[in-house]
């Protein structure tokens, strides 16, 4: 895909996730909001996947360590072709295979069940750590968020992983500054994250706007490069991203929209998509 591609992708995504919350009257819009493009660029251009085929073995894995923007890894999904668009409507509806938070028993894609903030990552350091034992060539990739950090089992599994050298990991934190108690400096500042990374001996790649795909490319094309650490991809964003009145409002974190926000938010999305077709 090319740029104005992806770009168009990220923002059926954000359709998607904006309609879900919705449709659930439940859920967390503003970090799936924040990393619609980091969803997009993995599942569109990085990842070595196949919705054929969900379970191939060769496959890249991602772990969504915050399980909570579960409603952005579903839409990237079914945009991609796990399973049908259509089905978005039904998050969190009793009955729906699409719950609150990644299922890997039920979901087609879906490589952890996570949730409980700080685990999903160890659980990426232990598949990177079988793929070296088993001399399997996949990469696993995991997204936490800036607020997830601050919980202790994160710098566990981070020192696990650079003291193992996994250079097949990828761990990449949504810097949007904000958590659901408000922002992450005043509420228990983890600044500065890439020092700390890099203290547990990974190599670290700051992204300057995490919504912009050319420094995706080049942060994931650099981190391909690396050997005998892992990488951490600080990528910073804006949390509720396109959406106004969700724009850098921790109020938006796990809050969904009503029918009039919803119709808003929709129609601030169709603009940037029609401003997309113009280019």
């Given amino acids: 895909m090319n740029k104005l591609e992806l770009q168009k992708t990220a923002n059926e995504i954000r359709k998607g996730i904006v309609t879900a919350v919705h449709s659930a009257k439940a859920g967390h819009p503003g970090g799936s909001l924040s990393a619609?493009?980091?969803?997009?660029?993995?599942y569109f251009e990085e990842m070595n996947i196949d919705p054929e085929q969900p379970k191939k073995a060769d496959r890249d894995r991602f772990v969504l360590s915050k399980?909570?923007?579960a409603p952005g890894l579903y839409s990237t999904l079914a945009n991609r072709g796990y399973f049908p668009v259509e089905d978005l409507k039904t998050l969190r509806h009793l009955?729906?295979?699409?719950?609150?938070h990644p299922d890997m028993k039920h979901i087609p894609g879906v490589d952890m069940s996570s949730g409980s903030l700080g685990q999903g990552i160890s659980a990426a350091v232990g598949m990177a750590l079988s793929a070296k034992l088993d001399g399997d060539s996949y990469r696993v990739y995991t997204l936490l968020g800036d607020?997830?950090?601050?919980?202790g089992q994160v710098w566990e599994a981070a020192m696990f992983a650079g003291h193992r050298k996994l250079d097949n990991l990828v761990a990449i934190v949504d810097n949007n500054g904000l958590q659901i108690d408000g922002n992450i400096a005043d509420v228990c500042s983890p600044y500065p994250i890439d020092k700390k990374f890099e203290a547990f001996n990974f190599h670290v790649i700051n992204v300057e706007d995490g919504n912009d795909f050319e420094q995706l490319k080049a942060a994931f094309d650099e981190a391909k490069t690396v050997k005998g650490k892992p990488t951490a991809i600080i990528m910073k964003t804006v949390k509720g991203k396109d959406v106004s009145f969700m724009e850098n409002e921790a109020g938006w974190h796990g809050k969904a929209p009503n029918d009039e926000e919803y119709a808003i938010a929709m129609a601030d999305l169709e603009k940037v998509g029609e401003a997309l077709c113009q280019k």
Avoid: N
């Fill in 36 to 42: 619609a493009e980091l969803f997009t660029y993995l």
């Fill in 95 to 100: 009955g729906s295979y699409l719950q609150g």
């Fill in 67 to 69: 399980g909570h923007t």
């Fill in 147 to 151: 607020g997830e950090i601050q919980e």
